[in-house]
């Protein structure tokens, strides 16, 4: 069974403050998305990579995919309250008939104003 | 462009009756895929679908859920004789293209509560 472990669970930080969120799996995938999720809301897509190694930023969110393609991380600079919500990764196998997600367990974040 | 539908929004059931869940994918997107959120748990694979075809049910239960997507209209999750377990976040997602990708966009999902 494919497992996405992603740490820390939570995450209470100040207004401004940097952080990691990290992806980790024994699996290799073909690619990974980030997604943000608020309360009672779907998840939205964020990013997506393919290569190992890619580095894509959106504004003060900084992805990088592992070199093997087995993890990821989610880096924010300066943190806003606008930032708080349920950070999941996910990833699939390409290759086969389906491109179901596997999806982490997730990373809660609160920033406090 | 619109994003991807559900409705209902929420839906009460008392155990033993059915539900069923639609989605609309967004526009041109032929590929439709059900996940399931647990409380406390995190969100999971249920079925794949293409137009009048189930490619992957791998995730779903075996007994009383069923999924489909036909040639016109939304694609129907249907929940035959629910029970309290049954309480949790249906999404819906679509995407345009198998490839490797794999960009799903997910609707608000509809949150059943079984009474």
């Known amino acids: 069974t494919q497992l996405l472990e992603q740490s820390p669970q939570f995450l209470s930080i100040q207004e401004g403050e940097n952080l990691t969120v990290y992806c980790n799996s024994s699996?290799?995938?073909?690619?990974l998305q980030w997604y943000r999720q608020e309360p009672g809301e779907g998840p939205v897509l964020l990013v997506t990579v393919v290569t190992g190694g890619e580095v894509k930023k959106l504004k003060r969110l900084t992805f990088q995919f592992g070199d093997a393609r087995k993890d990821s991380s989610l880096h924010i600079t300066a943190a806003q309250p606008g930032d708080t919500g349920l950070y999941l990764c996910?990833?699939?196998?390409?290759?086969?008939?389906?491109?179901?997600?596997?999806f982490g367990t997730g990373t809660l974040l609160a920033v406090q104003p | 462009n619109a994003g991807v539908m559900q409705n209902p929004r929420h839906l009460v059931r008392r155990r033993g009756q059915e539900a069923r869940l639609r989605c609309s994918p967004m526009k041109g997107h032929s590929h439709v895929y059900w996940y399931r959120q647990l409380p406390e748990e995190g969100l999971k694979f249920m079925v794949y679908l293409q137009k009048e075809n189930i490619i992957d049910e791998s995730g779903m239960p075996k007994e009383r859920f069923s999924a489909e997507f036909p040639k016109e209209g939304p694609s129907i999750l249907r929940i035959q004789q629910v029970v309290r377990g049954d309480s949790a976040a249906y999404f819906c997602a679509s995407s345009p293209v198998l490839d490797r990708y794999n960009e799903q966009f997910f609707g608000p999902g509809t949150r059943l509560t079984v009474l």
């Open positions: 699996s290799v995938f073909s690619s």
């Open positions: 996910a990833a699939a196998d390409y290759g086969g008939a389906t491109n179901k997600l596997i």
